[in-house]
């Protein structure tokens, strides 16, 4: 009977002893949900767990949730404290992450300072702009929650350089890289029959939503035909008002892929996002980008081989029919999950809550 394969090791940051670790991830986003925090979380979990690492992810779906305001379909699981707590305690980690900002990562946030435990969070979306175009919250009350909130983590990981610089200039410290990858087997050329519409065929992918501009893309005089893949509280509205536009709702795997390879330009209007996987996945299936000149895009679509950038969008998305879907590809092939999963654990700090 052959031996079973090793377990990969690993060394934190500032910790002498190698280990595989037992990791706890606190997220306020994650399944039905779809997003890049989610994906992100996704595949940094099947990573790990295939590096030998025990990962627990505590998420809404364990408490009671209520009704994101302006945004009914996510929960927010509010008060969720005295139940958070036992959790944290029956999995025994090594080292504790926060992902999100909301109200369980203020609970994990709370009991880590309460116990004196080190932790490490990450910056993921630039929620200072979704509450002032949802709720119109000043920028400065959203900046001053936010800086607050990742002030005594022990690192705050951020996807790009660019991120990393903004956020030090509002006063945040300790940033450190955690960048993100692309499944190259998933995501790849299906094929372009997959959609019989009139050619070229534009395509956005991703939440339906104000903070993602989607109107810039469905304002634009394009020839042939656009699509919309994706949900969410501005779907029927646009809907009414585009009827022209092919909108699909969420799709996921295999179906995500075999729309996005589809298509001939990926579109990504939004001026919100600080880094945009989406770019990514439409990349490895060979399909170019039309974007804005903006850091977030600017971190993703480095090479004017695979995507163009421009405060023109309707010139971005004419000028990318003409890029090769073979640059795009190999590009994207760039981009490794288990690359970015080392630099997480990497950044990670110990928690010494183990006694066994």
């Not at 039905?32 to 295939?50: C, D, F, H, S, Y």
């Not at 994101?68 to 080292?95: N, T």
């Not at 879907?325 to 990670?348: G, I, K, M």
């Amino acid at each position: 009977m052959p031996a079973p394969p090793e377990k990969s090791t690993v060394r934190f940051a500032d910790h002498a002893q190698e280990e595989v670790l037992r990791i706890i991830v606190i997220s306020d986003a994650w399944h039905p949900q779809i997003n890049g925090v989610v994906t992100t979380l996704t595949n940094t979990r099947r990573a790990l767990e295939k590096s030998g690492h025990t990962v627990e992810i505590i998420t809404p779906d364990r408490f009671r949730t209520w009704p994101c305001p302006g945004y009914p379909a996510v929960g927010l699981s509010f008060l969720c404290g005295p139940r958070l707590r036992p959790l944290i305690e029956a999995f025994k980690p090594d080292a504790m992450h926060i992902a999100t900002e909301g109200p369980i990562g203020f609970a994990a946030r709370r009991y880590c300072r309460a116990k004196g435990f080190p932790y490490t969070t990450s910056y993921h979306s630039h929620f200072h702009e979704y509450l002032k175009l949802r709720a119109g919250i000043p920028y400065c009350v959203s900046w001053t929650y936010l800086r607050w909130f990742h002030s005594r983590s022990h690192r705050v990981m951020v996807a790009t350089e660019s991120l990393a610089n903004e956020l030090a200039s509002k006063g945040f410290r300790r940033l450190v890289r955690w960048s993100r990858g692309v499944d190259t087997e998933l995501f790849r050329p299906w094929g372009k029959d997959f959609l019989g519409d009139e050619r070229p065929i534009f395509l956005y992918a991703g939440r339906v939503a104000i903070e993602k501009n989607i109107e810039a893309f469905l304002r634009l005089d394009l020839p042939g035909t656009r699509y919309v893949v994706g949900d969410g509280p501005q779907r029927k509205e646009l809907e009414m008002k585009y009827p022209e536009v092919r909108f699909v709702r969420y799709r996921t795997g295999e179906p995500l892929a075999r729309y996005m390879a589809a298509a001939d330009v990926l579109v990504f209007p939004s001026r919100t996002d600080t880094f945009g996987l989406v770019m990514l996945e439409a990349l490895a299936c060979g399909v170019p980008v039309a974007a804005y000149p903006l850091r977030g895009t600017r971190d993703v679509i480095r090479d004017d081989r695979v995507g163009v950038l421009d405060n023109d969008l309707r010139h971005a998305a004419l000028t990318a029919l003409s890029l090769d879907p073979q640059e795009c590809r190999s590009y994207a092939r760039e981009f490794s999950w288990d690359a970015c999963t080392r630099q997480f654990v990497e950044n990670l700090v110990p928690m010494a809550m183990r006694t066994d």
